[in-house]
C-alpha cells in the first residue's frame, strides 16, 4: 500500500512562491498528482503527471505551476510561482489506486485516472 506524505505549505503573499513536496512510500507506477480544497468548495485536481513524466495542469495554474516526479526518489513535488488570493487551500498529494471512498477522477493522458490514496494534507495561505 502506498503512504503519502506531504510538507511545504505555508503563507506567503501574493505573487511569491512556494514549493510543496511528498514523499511516496511504497511502489507505484502510476499517476500522481496535487488537488486543493479551499473553505467551502470542492477539492479540485491541480497537477497530475504519469510514470513516464507528461504532464497536465489546471488552465488557472499552467503558466505558474510545475509538477515533477522523480521515481528514483519516490517523490512528488509542485512548484508554485506567482501565488494569488485564490490559490489559498490545504493541498493534497494523491496516487492513482487504493479502495478508500474518497475517490477523485481526472481525464488526462487520453484515459480516466482514479485518486484514491491521498497524504494528510498541507495547508497554503496566500494574502495580500
Known amino acids: 500500500q502506498v503512504e503519502l506524505v506531504e510538507s511545504g505549505g505555508g503563507s506567503v503573499q501574493t505573487g511569491g512562491s512556494l514549493r510543496l513536496s511528498c514523499v511516496v512510500h511504497?511502489?507505484?507506477?502510476?499517476?500522481l498528482g496535487w488537488f486543493r480544497q479551499a473553505p467551502g468548495k470542492e477539492r479540485e485536481g491541480v497537477a497530475v503527471?504519469?510514470?513516464?513524466?507528461?504532464?497536465s495542469a489546471l488552465p488557472s495554474v499552467k503558466a505558474r505551476f510545475i509538477i515533477s516526479r522523480d521515481n528514483t526518489k519516490n517523490t512528488l513535488d509542485l512548484q508554485m510561482n506567482n501565488l494569488t488570493i485564490e490559490d489559498t487551500g490545504t493541498y493534497y498529494c494523491?496516487?492513482?489506486?487504493?479502495?478508500?471512498?474518497?475517490?477523485?477522477?481526472?481525464?488526462?493522458?487520453?484515459?480516466?485516472?482514479?485518486?484514491?490514496?491521498w497524504g494528510q494534507g498541507t495547508q497554503v495561505t496566500v494574502f495580500s
Open positions: 503527471i504519469d510514470n513516464d513524466g507528461r504532464a
Open positions: 494523491a496516487s492513482e489506486g487504493g479502495d478508500t471512498p474518497l475517490k477523485y477522477r481526472v481525464m488526462a493522458f487520453s484515459r480516466t485516472i482514479d485518486f484514491g490514496i
Open positions: 511504497g511502489y507505484t507506477s502510476g499517476a
